[in-house]
């Protein structure tokens, strides 16, 4: 067999005129007037073959005319510009040959969301679902390369863990060899501890949050990216966050314009965040922005994703909230030295609605203060005596950030769920496939 082609190459224009073999997936087929249509896709792109009973030899019609909805299939022919296909090309079929015959496919359209979330090893086929995986996967390239290029050093944390990071409501526990352990809510405090020896890390790992109820942007098992940094402050690990984010969105809409155009994603909310600063706003002003809209919210309360909504209306590109009231805000963020009662915390909130996409601050790097503040949260210093060591050896100003890779996604391709950003969602009630 000579060389599959990929479809995307072909309707690139780059095989015009030539034969070819494709493989793929039987996506739609009709047959007409002797003619029969069979749409094969391959990586989200289609390709429609076009086989004419008269033209080619019974063997090759009679698989036309078996061949079903999923089956996959090695098809060959020539390469024509036409208009009217999809994509602006089309193969006149010569052979095709069937390699697996497909059952009646139980996904025809129309069905309910919980039906093809059962069915979800079977719809991820579909090209909706491709574009988002082949956006994602642009998305952490982009953000690798940003790292690699800056000089930090990518790290493995473990994700067994014997800690609380975000505080115990979402923590999920595990036997572990006769007691207890939990899966990792973030690396935070361990990448804390490798900046002592490289300085600037950062890992991609899978963070677990039992969260209770069911949102449109929470998973409870999702990808985080998080970042430190030794010599940082807050406002050094802001200019880090805007400029990753920026570079990301450069880079996918160079690779991914076509994915995003498909889904329907307006881009110019993601030029406009390339292009501009992105404005930074304190809790104080946030709170008054939602009083003044008359949002019922008291300074001290936590914003959830109506409020964040609601604040997202005022800005046409990603920007951060910052010093945030202590107590809703973890115990190891570094309190605002010029009025205690704040964390020097900040959010990136993406527009157009989103919200929180990233949550960062400086960290408490003072021994007292910080086992104090522990304390203070009714956590056992014991749990946190090596990050306590942090603070006794050496300690350093640090910085950092955790970003919801699910969270970027869903913003970057318009999503209107977070579930849709990564293939298997796992959350309350779901665990199969
Ligand atoms: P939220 O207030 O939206 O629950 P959080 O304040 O709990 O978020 P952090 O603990 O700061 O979030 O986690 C860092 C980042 O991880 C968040 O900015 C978000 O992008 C992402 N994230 C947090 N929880 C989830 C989740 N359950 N599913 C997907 N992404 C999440
Ligand atoms: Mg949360």
């Not at 881009?267 to 992105?278: D, G, H, Q, S, T």
């Not at 910085?399 to 970027?408: H, V």
Request: hydrophobic share 40%; glycine share 8%.
């Amino acid at each position: 067999m000579d060389r599959p082609v990929p479809i995307a190459e072909i309707i690139e224009g780059r095989h015009s005129g030539r034969t070819v073999t494709v493989r793929g997936w039987v996506h739609r087929k009709r047959i007409v007037g002797g003619k029969a249509f069979i749409l094969v896709r391959q990586e989200g792109e289609v390709l429609q073959c076009v086989y004419d009973k008269a033209e080619v030899g019974q063997r090759v019609w009679e698989e036309a005319e078996k061949v079903t909805l999923e089956s996959s299939v090695v098809v060959r022919g020539t390469v024509r510009e036409d208009p009217r296909a999809p994509g602006g090309y089309e193969l006149r079929g010569e052979d095709l040959e069937i390699v697996g015959l497909s059952a009646d496919f139980p996904i025809k359209g129309g069905e309910s969301i919980e039906y093809l979330l059962d069915h979800r090893h079977l719809w991820l086929r579909s090209r909706r679902l491709t574009w988002v995986m082949k956006v994602k996967h642009s998305v952490m390239q982009a953000a690798r390369r940003y790292f690699i290029d800056n000089g930090w050093w990518e790290v493995t944390p473990p994700i067994l863990t014997g800690s609380a990071v975000e505080g115990g409501a979402t923590l999920f526990e595990l036997k572990y060899f006769g007691s207890k352990a939990y899966l990792s809510q973030s690396a935070q405090l361990y990448l804390e501890v490798l900046i002592y020896p490289l300085e600037k890390v950062w890992a991609v790992t899978p963070s677990f949050r039992a969260e209770k109820s069911r949102t449109r942007r929470h998973l409870a098992e999702y990808w985080h990216l998080e970042a430190e940094a030794a010599w940082m402050d807050m406002w050094d690990m802001m200019r880090i966050v805007e400029e990753l984010v920026k570079h990301v969105l450069e880079r996918v809409l160079e690779e991914r314009r076509r994915e995003l155009e498909n889904l329907g994603r307006s881009l110019e909310p993601l030029k406009r965040a390339v292009e501009e600063r992105f404005p930074a706003i304190r809790y104080d002003e946030a709170i008054e922005i939602l009083q003044k809209k008359g949002v019922e919210i008291e300074w001290g309360d936590d914003m959830g994703a109506d409020e964040e909504r609601e604040l997202t209306k005022e800005f046409e590109t990603p920007f951060f909230v910052t010093h945030f009231p202590k107590q809703i805000k973890a115990f190891y963020m570094k309190l605002d030295p010029e009025d205690s009662r704040l964390a020097l915390g900040f959010d990136l909130l993406a527009p157009e609605g989103y919200g929180e996409i990233v949550g960062g601050s400086q960290r408490e790097d003072d021994y007292d203060t910080l086992l104090s503040r522990i304390l203070e949260e009714g956590l056992d210093p014991e749990d946190y005596d090596w990050y306590l060591d942090l603070r006794k050896y050496g300690t350093v100003p640090h910085s950092g950030f955790g970003l919801g890779l699910e969270r970027l996604v869903m913003w970057i391709a318009g999503l209107d769920h977070i579930r849709d950003a990564t293939p298997m969602p796992r959350y309350r009630g779901r665990i199969k496939p």
